[in-house]
């Protein structure tokens, strides 16, 4: 069974830094696209980032050069860098990956950016 787990998340202030890692298991092939998503409460869950196994990135408009995704080059682990956060940027975060047709699920980490 294939499992990811975000890493990473907490509390931090306007203009702090975080980063957040998905590992994933039990995955025999490697995915094709890799990325994170997030929801806020009363909000629909929107695009963050993607990556996808060339290395093309994609990220979501209000980005704005604030984070960058990146993968490492062995196994199926990637990595979300957040700069410059803002109190929008609150919500769970979740990492995201497909392979073999099937999209792939992390549980979802919590990201709280508060003065």
């Known amino acids: ?3 990811l787990v975000e890493s990473g998340g907490g509390l931090v202030q306007p203009g702090g ?5 998905c590992k994933t298991s039990g ?4 995915f094709t696209a890799m990325g994170w998503y997030r929801q806020a409460p009363g909000k629909q869950r ?3 980032a993607t990556i996808i196994s060339n290395g093309i990135t994609n990220y979501g408009d209000f980005v ?14 990637w990595h979300l860098q957040m700069n410059n956060l803002a109190l ?3 919500a769970v975060y ?8 099937h999209d792939y699920w992390g549980q979802g980490t919590q990201v709280t950016v508060s003065s």
Do not use: P
């Open 64 to 77: 704005k050069g604030r984070f960058s995704i990146s993968k490492e080059k062995v196994g199926n682990t």
């Open 88 to 90: 929008e940027d609150t």
């Open 1 to 3: 069974q294939v499992r």
């Open 27 to 30: 995955a025999i092939f490697s």
């Open 46 to 48: 929107e695009l963050v």
């Open 17 to 21: 830094s975080l980063r957040l890692s």
């Open 94 to 101: 979740s990492c995201w990956a497909r392979g073999l047709g």
